[in-house]
Every structure is written in structure tokens, then in C-alpha cells.
């Protein structure tokens, strides 16, 4: 499985934009980059995912290399809510299982 | 739809004995999935299934047991309770093991082993 590369915690203050950060040198050409996030006490959640392009959805945006060689969650404006562990993960179109990493544990300031 | 369920919601074992966690989906997913969480760490993958009468090994699959009777359901078995299974443990099911489908997951079973 590829693997990726994040921080292990991040800070930010509350209505600010966060951008967390995901290194994934060795992506494959079929691999997507999926990004989940788990609230406390909870089962993760889907947030978003990419091949190539740029994505945006309701909840974040998926900001890609153009070397697809790393990526960053764009989370607009935080809210306490926000404040979770993500996860990024490299999953192929052919079969695979999701393999979480330990994450980046954001902390969202009041 | 209820999405992906899971119970108990927590339980206390004794070292030995045997108990079934639950998981079921109404979401007619084919890839269904149990991961454990200890804490402070990610999410390892103990056996998935990718269609009814298919299950296979994840990272960590030795002391659980699991079967695919029926799409809907994916009960994980403890076999004989070890304090080394203490954990957090959560199901996940997905529409197909291929394609970049997303994973909907359970809310967890936590479960002390004494």
C-alpha cells in the first residue's frame, strides 16, 4: 500500500482557514487520495476525494499537486466542530482496503 | 435508511469467554469491513468481506472470527477473550470493494476484556 505523510497535530482558530497537509511521493497512477476525519467518540466520516483535480464539496476542498505527489484539505472557515483527527489515504480503483495512519489531530481554538 | 449499525454500543468481557459483535446495513453495500482502534492509534483492519459468502484477512485477524451470510449483515466473533483485545471496534461498509466509493462506518462497540 502507498503511503502518506502527515503531521501529527495541527492548531487553528476558530472562522480561519485551515489547510492540512498530505505527502504521498509514492501515488500510483490509479491511487485516490481520500481524506476522512473522526470526531471524538465517533466512527470516521467521509469528507472528500480526488484523482487529479481540484474538488470541492459542502464539507472541504481537496487541493492536488499537479506531481500528485501531495495534497492539502482546505477547510474554509473552522469551527469547533471541525476539531477531529483527518486522515489521508491512498486507495487504488481496483480493489484495496482503506489503511488509516495515525492522522493529523486538529485542534480548533475559540 | 439507518446506514450502518453496530451493537452492543460497549461491553465487558472476562478473560475467555467467547461473544458476537454485531454490524448490519440497509444500504445494500457489497464491501463490508471491522477495524479495531486503540487508543491514541489509527484504525487496523481485522477481516473484511467483499460480497455475501466472501470474507478474507485484514492486518490484525488472529483471535476473530467473521461470516457473510447475507449482504446486510457481518458479525464479528471473538473467540476467547484476551485483555489484549481491548478496544474500540468499528464496522464499515462501502458500495464496492472497487472504485472510489466512500466508506460509511459504524459508530463503534466498546469493549474492555478483564
Known amino acids: 500500500d502507498a503511503k502518506t505523510t502527515q503531521p501529527n497535530s495541527m492548531e487553528s482558530n476558530e472562522e480561519e482557514p485551515v489547510h492540512l497537509p498530505c505527502n504521498h511521493s509514492?501515488?500510483?497512477?490509479?491511487?485516490?487520495i481520500h481524506w476522512y476525519r473522526q470526531l471524538p467518540s465517533q466512527g470516521p466520516e467521509y469528507v472528500i476525494h480526488?484523482?487529479?483535480s481540484n474538488v470541492n464539496n459542502r464539507m472541504a476542498s481537496l487541493a492536488i499537486a499537479e506531481d500528485r505527489k501531495s495534497s492539502t484539505l482546505i477547510l474554509h472557515r473552522a469551527t469547533l466542530r471541525d476539531a477531529a483527527v483527518y486522515y489521508c489515504?491512498?486507495?487504488?480503483?481496483?480493489?484495496?482496503?482503506?489503511?488509516f495512519g495515525p492522522g493529523t489531530r486538529l485542534s480548533v481554538l475559540p | 435508511n439507518a446506514g450502518v449499525t453496530q451493537t452492543p454500543k460497549f461491553q465487558v468481557l472476562k478473560t475467555g469467554q467467547s461473544m458476537t459483535l454485531q454490524c448490519a446495513q440497509d444500504?445494500?453495500?457489497?464491501?463490508m469491513s471491522w477495524y479495531r482502534q486503540d487508543p491514541g492509534m489509527g484504525l487496523r483492519l481485522i477481516h473484511y468481506?467483499?460480497?455475501?459468502?466472501?470474507?478474507d484477512q485484514g492486518e490484525v485477524p488472529n483471535g476473530y472470527n467473521v461470516s457473510r451470510s447475507t449482504t446486510e449483515d457481518f458479525p464479528l466473533r471473538l473467540l476467547s477473550a484476551a485483555p489484549s483485545q481491548t478496544s474500540v471496534y468499528f464496522c464499515?461498509?462501502?458500495?464496492?470493494?472497487?472504485?472510489?466509493?466512500?466508506?460509511?462506518f459504524g459508530p463503534g462497540t466498546r469493549l474492555t476484556v478483564t
Open positions: 444500504m445494500n453495500h457489497e464491501y
Open positions: 464499515a461498509s462501502s458500495y464496492s470493494f472497487r472504485g472510489p466509493y466512500e466508506q460509511y
Open positions: 480526488g484523482l487529479t
Open positions: 509514492t501515488i500510483s497512477g490509479t491511487d485516490y
Open positions: 468481506s467483499v460480497g455475501a459468502g466472501i470474507t
Open positions: 489515504i491512498l486507495r487504488d480503483n481496483y480493489g484495496q482496503n482503506f489503511v
